[in-house]
Protein backbone atom coordinates (compact mmCIF):
# COMPACT_ATOMS: atom_id res chain seq x y z
CA UNK A 1 0.00 0.00 0.00
CA UNK A 2 1.06 3.39 -1.26
CA UNK A 3 2.20 5.57 1.57
CA UNK A 4 3.46 9.00 2.35
CA UNK A 5 3.89 9.87 5.96
CA UNK A 6 4.52 13.45 7.05
CA UNK A 7 6.24 14.85 10.41
CA UNK A 8 4.29 16.17 13.01
CA UNK A 9 3.39 19.99 13.87
CA UNK A 10 5.80 22.40 14.54
CA UNK A 11 5.45 25.97 16.41
CA UNK A 12 8.25 27.97 15.25
CA UNK A 13 9.42 31.86 15.67
CA UNK A 14 9.84 34.26 13.24
CA UNK A 15 13.21 34.13 11.66
CA UNK A 16 13.97 30.26 12.97
CA UNK A 17 14.48 27.55 10.22
CA UNK A 18 12.64 24.37 9.57
CA UNK A 19 12.51 21.30 7.86
CA UNK A 20 9.26 18.73 7.56
CA UNK A 21 9.54 15.40 5.88
CA UNK A 22 7.73 13.28 3.85
CA UNK A 23 8.64 9.22 3.41
CA UNK A 24 7.12 7.59 0.95
CA UNK A 25 6.26 3.51 1.77
CA UNK A 26 4.92 0.85 -0.35
CA UNK A 27 6.41 2.00 -4.10
CA UNK A 28 9.96 2.53 -5.32
CA UNK A 29 10.20 6.04 -4.11
CA UNK A 30 12.54 7.17 -6.49
CA UNK A 31 10.56 6.04 -9.62
CA UNK A 32 7.36 9.00 -9.00
CA UNK A 33 7.44 12.52 -8.28
CA UNK A 34 6.82 14.14 -5.11
CA UNK A 35 4.83 17.56 -4.89
CA UNK A 36 4.61 19.82 -2.00
CA UNK A 37 1.28 22.13 -1.72
CA UNK A 38 0.94 24.70 0.43
CA UNK A 39 -2.56 25.56 2.44
CA UNK A 40 -2.99 28.91 4.43
CA UNK A 41 -5.94 29.37 6.94
CA UNK A 42 -8.90 29.09 5.87
CA UNK A 43 -7.37 29.51 1.58
CA UNK A 44 -7.55 27.18 -0.85
CA UNK A 45 -4.36 24.72 -2.11
CA UNK A 46 -0.89 26.03 -3.52
CA UNK A 47 1.33 24.27 -5.48
CA UNK A 48 4.74 25.48 -3.93
CA UNK A 49 7.18 22.63 -5.81
CA UNK A 50 8.18 19.13 -6.74
CA UNK A 51 10.74 17.52 -7.04
CA UNK A 52 12.30 13.52 -8.54
CA UNK A 53 13.84 11.60 -6.49
CA UNK A 54 16.04 9.76 -8.56
CA UNK A 55 17.85 12.75 -9.50
CA UNK A 56 16.86 15.77 -7.06
CA UNK A 57 15.58 17.32 -10.45
CA UNK A 58 13.34 20.24 -8.74
CA UNK A 59 10.97 22.89 -10.03
CA UNK A 60 9.62 25.37 -7.58
CA UNK A 61 6.72 27.76 -8.26
CA UNK A 62 7.90 31.11 -9.50
CA UNK A 63 6.01 33.05 -6.10
CA UNK A 64 8.31 30.96 -3.84
CA UNK A 65 11.54 30.27 -5.38
CA UNK A 66 14.04 31.19 -2.89
CA UNK A 67 11.92 31.39 -0.18
CA UNK A 68 11.89 27.29 0.39
CA UNK A 69 14.17 24.70 -0.75
CA UNK A 70 12.49 21.32 -1.86
CA UNK A 71 15.17 18.38 -1.36
CA UNK A 72 14.91 14.02 -0.98
CA UNK A 73 17.19 11.51 0.04
CA UNK A 74 16.30 8.26 -1.49
CA UNK A 75 18.36 5.86 0.77
CA UNK A 76 15.06 6.72 2.92
CA UNK A 77 12.78 7.47 0.55
CA UNK A 78 12.07 10.85 2.36
CA UNK A 79 11.29 13.97 0.96
CA UNK A 80 11.96 17.83 2.48
CA UNK A 81 10.53 21.08 2.68
CA UNK A 82 13.18 23.33 4.37
CA UNK A 83 12.89 27.06 5.38
CA UNK A 84 16.02 28.98 6.47
CA UNK A 85 14.10 31.69 7.63
CA UNK A 86 10.49 31.20 9.11
CA UNK A 87 7.82 34.25 8.41
CA UNK A 88 4.49 34.37 10.21
CA UNK A 89 2.94 34.34 6.55
CA UNK A 90 4.68 30.77 6.38
CA UNK A 91 1.93 29.73 8.60
CA UNK A 92 -0.42 27.29 6.74
CA UNK A 93 -0.61 23.05 6.68
CA UNK A 94 1.67 21.74 4.06
CA UNK A 95 0.50 18.17 2.06
CA UNK A 96 3.32 16.23 0.08
CA UNK A 97 1.33 14.65 -2.85
CA UNK A 98 3.08 12.14 -5.63
CA UNK A 99 1.52 10.95 -8.54
CA UNK A 100 -1.01 7.69 -9.46
CA UNK A 101 1.70 6.58 -12.34
CA UNK A 102 5.07 7.97 -13.23
CA UNK A 103 3.83 9.67 -16.32
CA UNK A 104 0.48 11.11 -15.01
CA UNK A 105 0.00 14.60 -13.82
CA UNK A 106 -2.99 14.27 -11.06
CA UNK A 107 -1.87 13.46 -7.18
CA UNK A 108 -3.49 10.03 -5.87
CA UNK A 109 -1.38 9.84 -3.00
CA UNK A 110 -1.50 12.77 -0.13
CA UNK A 111 0.76 12.68 3.34
CA UNK A 112 -1.40 13.57 6.09
CA UNK A 113 -0.48 16.71 6.30
CA UNK A 114 2.05 19.17 8.61
CA UNK A 115 0.53 21.69 10.50
CA UNK A 116 3.19 25.24 10.31
CA UNK A 117 2.54 27.57 13.03
CA UNK A 118 4.94 30.59 13.02
CA UNK A 119 4.82 33.48 15.66
CA UNK A 120 6.01 36.99 15.14
CA UNK B 1 -4.15 35.31 -7.65
CA UNK B 2 -4.85 31.91 -8.81
CA UNK B 3 -3.83 30.83 -12.52
CA UNK B 4 -7.15 28.82 -12.44
CA UNK B 5 -10.46 30.85 -11.97
CA UNK B 6 -13.73 29.02 -10.12
CA UNK B 7 -16.52 30.51 -8.52
CA UNK B 8 -15.81 30.73 -5.24
CA UNK B 9 -19.11 29.07 -4.12
CA UNK B 10 -22.02 27.25 -5.69
CA UNK B 11 -25.13 25.60 -3.73
CA UNK B 12 -27.58 22.79 -4.66
CA UNK B 13 -30.54 21.17 -2.82
CA UNK B 14 -30.57 16.96 -2.37
CA UNK B 15 -30.92 15.46 -5.45
CA UNK B 16 -30.07 18.24 -7.97
CA UNK B 17 -27.33 18.73 -10.07
CA UNK B 18 -24.82 21.20 -10.36
CA UNK B 19 -21.55 22.22 -12.22
CA UNK B 20 -17.86 23.87 -10.94
CA UNK B 21 -16.25 25.35 -14.04
CA UNK B 22 -12.28 26.23 -14.15
CA UNK B 23 -11.16 28.61 -16.42
CA UNK B 24 -7.45 28.75 -17.44
CA UNK B 25 -5.37 29.07 -20.94
CA UNK B 26 -4.29 27.92 -23.71
CA UNK B 27 -1.16 27.18 -21.59
CA UNK B 28 -2.48 24.80 -19.00
CA UNK B 29 -6.43 23.80 -19.21
CA UNK B 30 -7.05 24.36 -22.95
CA UNK B 31 -3.44 23.04 -24.11
CA UNK B 32 -3.84 19.26 -22.52
CA UNK B 33 -6.20 16.78 -21.49
CA UNK B 34 -4.67 17.15 -18.03
CA UNK B 35 -7.50 18.47 -15.77
CA UNK B 36 -8.35 16.83 -12.04
CA UNK B 37 -10.16 17.73 -10.01
CA UNK B 38 -9.91 17.12 -5.90
CA UNK B 39 -12.81 17.08 -3.26
CA UNK B 40 -11.62 18.61 0.31
CA UNK B 41 -13.54 17.94 3.44
CA UNK B 42 -12.84 20.48 6.16
CA UNK B 43 -9.73 19.29 8.36
CA UNK B 44 -8.84 16.36 5.62
CA UNK B 45 -6.40 16.05 2.81
CA UNK B 46 -7.34 16.42 -1.25
CA UNK B 47 -9.19 13.39 -2.62
CA UNK B 48 -8.59 13.14 -6.56
CA UNK B 49 -12.23 12.50 -7.86
CA UNK B 50 -11.61 13.58 -11.88
CA UNK B 51 -8.10 13.08 -13.86
CA UNK B 52 -7.71 13.65 -17.49
CA UNK B 53 -10.34 16.25 -17.56
CA UNK B 54 -12.99 12.94 -17.57
CA UNK B 55 -11.75 10.05 -16.02
CA UNK B 56 -12.56 8.64 -12.18
CA UNK B 57 -10.38 6.65 -10.62
CA UNK B 58 -11.63 3.36 -9.04
CA UNK B 59 -13.98 3.56 -5.92
CA UNK B 60 -15.66 7.57 -7.07
CA UNK B 61 -19.10 7.73 -7.40
CA UNK B 62 -20.09 7.65 -10.92
CA UNK B 63 -22.52 11.18 -9.78
CA UNK B 64 -19.44 12.79 -10.36
CA UNK B 65 -18.53 13.86 -14.14
CA UNK B 66 -15.52 16.09 -16.02
CA UNK B 67 -15.69 17.89 -19.27
CA UNK B 68 -13.68 20.82 -21.10
CA UNK B 69 -14.41 22.75 -23.63
CA UNK B 70 -11.73 25.39 -24.79
CA UNK B 71 -9.91 26.81 -21.86
CA UNK B 72 -12.78 25.82 -19.58
CA UNK B 73 -12.85 22.61 -17.61
CA UNK B 74 -15.89 21.46 -15.94
CA UNK B 75 -16.83 19.31 -12.88
CA UNK B 76 -20.52 18.17 -12.42
CA UNK B 77 -21.72 16.37 -9.77
CA UNK B 78 -25.28 14.64 -10.18
CA UNK B 79 -27.73 13.76 -7.36
CA UNK B 80 -26.57 15.86 -5.05
CA UNK B 81 -26.13 14.26 -1.52
CA UNK B 82 -25.39 15.88 1.87
CA UNK B 83 -22.28 13.71 1.86
CA UNK B 84 -20.82 16.09 -1.01
CA UNK B 85 -20.73 19.31 1.09
CA UNK B 86 -16.71 20.41 0.44
CA UNK B 87 -14.25 22.76 -1.16
CA UNK B 88 -13.48 21.70 -4.79
CA UNK B 89 -10.42 22.46 -6.69
CA UNK B 90 -9.48 21.54 -10.18
CA UNK B 91 -5.47 21.69 -11.67
CA UNK B 92 -4.22 21.08 -14.34
CA UNK B 93 -0.70 21.00 -16.01
CA UNK B 94 0.85 23.87 -17.14
CA UNK B 95 3.97 24.72 -19.18
CA UNK B 96 4.75 27.58 -16.68
CA UNK B 97 7.58 26.60 -14.07
CA UNK B 98 5.54 24.81 -11.51
CA UNK B 99 4.40 22.16 -14.14
CA UNK B 100 0.43 21.81 -12.06
CA UNK B 101 -1.67 24.95 -10.80
CA UNK B 102 -4.43 24.87 -9.19
CA UNK B 103 -7.94 26.90 -9.31
CA UNK B 104 -8.95 29.25 -6.28
CA UNK B 105 -11.40 26.51 -5.40
CA UNK B 106 -15.15 26.05 -5.08
CA UNK B 107 -17.11 25.88 -2.00
CA UNK B 108 -20.19 23.72 -2.24
CA UNK B 109 -23.23 24.09 -0.32
CA UNK B 110 -25.91 21.17 -0.24
CA UNK B 111 -28.97 22.88 1.24
Known amino acids: EVQLAQSGAEVKKAGESLTISCKGS????????IGWVRQMPGKGLEWMGIIYPHDSHTRYSPSLQGQVTISADKSISTAYLQWNSLKASDTAMYYC?????????????WGQGTLVTVSS | QSALTQPASVSGSPGQSITISCTGTNSDVGGYNYVSWYQQHPGKAPKVIIYDVRNRPSGVSNRFSGSKSGNTASLTISGLQAEDEANYYCSSYTTTDTLWVFGGGTKLTVL
Open chain 1, 26 to 33: GYIFTNYW
Open chain 1, 97 to 109: ARPYGSGDFFMSY
